[in-house]
């Protein structure tokens, strides 16, 4: 199990989509992360651990590697259109009718920042886990976010940033909302992100990972 679950991540750090893909082209006729995601579930694997186990893994190579200015923004688009057709795989496992509905999350990411692909991944586990997902896409400036808020009292906010350059942006957008909203909840994450910057900027909470943000929702909704 632990082999395959590796080949996904190799496949999504690679960009390899699918065996007909000519990308990348060492890897030419092999299986890819469509392939494989679906051999994993059919083998028994958990959809969580092909997210947190081969999924992220795999992303998480991809933005060090780019932060790290070794890969480039088409690299990271092909990688994301991997895991995106592995992740399709997983979307009906992570939907339940029988899931209650928890609250509201408002995600977006933070102005300046076009990446959408760990957004997208957040979004769709904590849908699963019952919460309306409120995504209005990237390069959301701080008016965008406190116009949501508005429109949906109670909700919780989740910013994304995937750049040095748009952390300070992350600062400002979080600023704005506590001056409006001082009681709004405000989760943040992303590949540069710690817990002490978020502690820094005066967000609720940080986290590198989708259960991570999942378990920061089920503890407010105890809390109420």
């Known amino acids: 199990m632990d082999k395959l679950l590796e080949q996904i991540a190799n496949c999504v750090e690679r960009g390899k989509i699918n065996a007909k893909s000519p990308f990348p082209p060492d890897m030419k006729g092999q ?7 679906r051999k994993a579930l059919d083998s028994g694997i958990s959809p969580q651990d092909v997210l947190s186990k ?3 893994v795999g992303m998480m190579r991809v933005s060090e590697k780019f932060r790290d200015k070794r890969i480039f923004v088409p690299d990271v688009l092909i990688a994301a259109k991997a895991m995106s057709v592995a992740m399709e795989h997983l979307k009906p496992h ?6 209650r509905h928890r609250g509201t999350i408002v995600m977006g990411t933070v102005v300046g920042d076009l990446h959408d692909i760990g957004k997208k991944l957040v979004g769709m586990v904590v849908g699963g886990a019952g919460w309306d997902v409120v995504d209005l896409g990237t390069d ?85």
């Open 31 to 37: 299986d890819g992360a469509d392939e494989l995601a």
């Open 94 to 99: 992570f939907k339940s009718a029988a899931v």
């Open 140 to 224: 959301v400036s701080p008016e965008k976010f406190i116009k949501a808020i508005e429109e949906h009292p109670n909700c919780v906010v989740g910013l994304s940033s995937l750049l040095t350059t748009t952390m300070m942006n992350m600062e400002r957008t979080v600023r704005q909302i506590k001056a409006a909203h001082p009681v709004t909840k405000i989760i943040v994450g992303g590949a540069p992100l710690t817990q002490s910057f978020a502690d820094e900027i005066g967000a609720d909470a940080y986290s590198p990972d989708p259960q991570g943000a999942v378990e920061f929702l089920n503890r407010i909704v105890a809390s109420n």
């Open 54 to 56: 081969a999924l992220m």
